[in-house]
Nanobody, 119 residues
Framework: QVQLVESGGGLVQPGGSLRLSCAAS????????MGWYRQAPGKQRELVAT???????NYSDSMKGRFTISRDNAKNTVYLQMNSLKPEDTAVYYC?????????????WGQGTQVTVSS
């Protein structure tokens, strides 16, 4: 089985920065893509950013220029550097991975980490 474990959430003031980490563990043969989604109260889960094993990055338009996704393939870990945070960035951030274990690739999700932007 595969697990995704996030860390790095918390409370930050507007304009501040946070760095999220997500490590995949378990029976992993390869990881197609990893990334981050978020869900604010009363809203649907939305894409933040993804990065493929080849390094191709995809960002939601509202986060381009403020957020940076990176990946350490050797550690099966993905990071999200968030700068210039705004109150509207407050949400639960979920790590996502499309991962080959045994058989076909499957989608996995972390348990989520709370990010709160408030003065």
């Amino acid at each position: 089985q595969v697990q995704l474990v996030e860390s790095g959430g918390g409370l930050v003031q507007p304009g501040g920065s946070l760095r999220l980490s997500c490590a995949a563990s378990g029976t992993i043969f390869s990881i197609v893509v990893m990334g981050w989604y978020r869900q604010a109260p009363g809203k649907q889960r939305e894409l933040v950013a993804t990065v493929t094993s080849g390094g191709e990055r995809n960002y939601s338009d509202s986060m381009k220029g403020r957020f940076t996704i990176s990946r350490d393939n050797a550690k099966n870990t993905v990071y999200l550097q968030m700068n210039s945070l705004k109150p509207e960035d407050t949400a639960v951030y979920y790590c996502y991975g499309r991962i080959y274990g045994f058989g076909q690739p499957r989608d996995y999700w972390g348990q989520g980490t709370q990010v709160t932007v408030s003065s």
